[in-house]
């Protein structure tokens, strides 16, 4: 298959898996299964019912139109990579589910170092009860040229999507550009120790930021493939 520009937006996403324990779908304990369980000799034995199915975990911000074309975020729960231009969100029913069914479009941005205080807000406040939240934290937005949505200004990385099904939870988008600030590119490529995005430590119940690296893909086990 042929690579082009969203193959190279999915790469990053696929470094994450989204940020946000709100979604009341994801809390309920009647989404966990009633399987009885066998401990693990040897290790400390959590069940189903904990927070850390995949963790650490993107923050992973939504931004949608709203009907008065006012600018919504939200911090997404559960995001990850479908297919080469196609991402996967789990949502239950928020002000963004609500825009999406009058656009069909949306950009997905990562949290960084820089915007916790107002990501973190984005998580906490619901759209439908602070219709201008975005400009209560202080950001901008310009229009996205590509897809019916905004681009939120102070987050440097941003995919604009299309909407191709929303099904029973299940928000998938297709990926036609991914656009960066200069600020955050290396030799014309996205480098995230520029980028700093931060994770969310569902043991901990904090945000962490991205550490260093510690081996190159496709590269580090040729020492035992050899």
């Known amino acids: 298959m042929k690579q082009n ?8 996403l696929a470094l994450f898996t989204a ?11 009647e989404h966990m299964s009633n399987t009885v369980v066998n401990d693990v ?3 400390k034995n959590f069940g189903a019912a904990h927070a850390l199915m995949t963790t650490p975990q993107p923050c992973v911000m939504i931004a949608t139109w709203d009907q ?13 990579q479908l297919d080469y231009n196609q991402i ?25 170092e820089r915007t916790v205080v107002e990501s973190d807000y984005f998580g906490l406040v619901s ?3 602070v219709p201008d939240k975005v400009a209560k934290a202080g950001f901008t937005m310009t229009p996205s040229p590509n897809v019916d949505a905004p ?15 929303f099904d029973d939870g299940v928000l998938i988008g297709e990926v036609v550009n991914m656009s960066a600030d200069e600020s955050i590119l290396t030799d ?19 945000y962490r930021r991205l550490g260093d690296v510690v081996g190159k893909a496709w590269n580090a086990g040729k020492a035992l493939a050899e």
């Not at 006012?70 to 990850?80: E, F, K, L, N, T």
């Not at 014309?188 to 904090?206: E, S």
């Open 5 to 12: 520009k969203p193959l190279l937006a999915m790469a990053f």
């Open 19 to 29: 940020c946000g324990t709100n979604d009341s779908k994801q809390q309920n304990p």
């Open 41 to 43: 000799a040897g290790r």
């Open 68 to 80: 008065d074309r006012h600018p919504d975020v939200m911090m997404a729960a559960w995001a990850g």
């Open 88 to 112: 996967v969100i789990s949502l239950s029913k928020h002000k963004t589910t609500e825009n999406l069914e009058l656009t069909r479009a949306f950009t997905i941005s990562f949290a960084d």
């Open 127 to 129: 759209g439908n009860k």
């Open 151 to 165: 681009i939120i200004d102070q987050y440097p990385l941003t995919l604009e999507c299309r909407m191709v099904s």
């Open 188 to 206: 014309g490529q996205v480098d995230l120790a520029k980028l700093k995005p931060i994770v969310f430590d569902a043991a901990g119940m904090c």
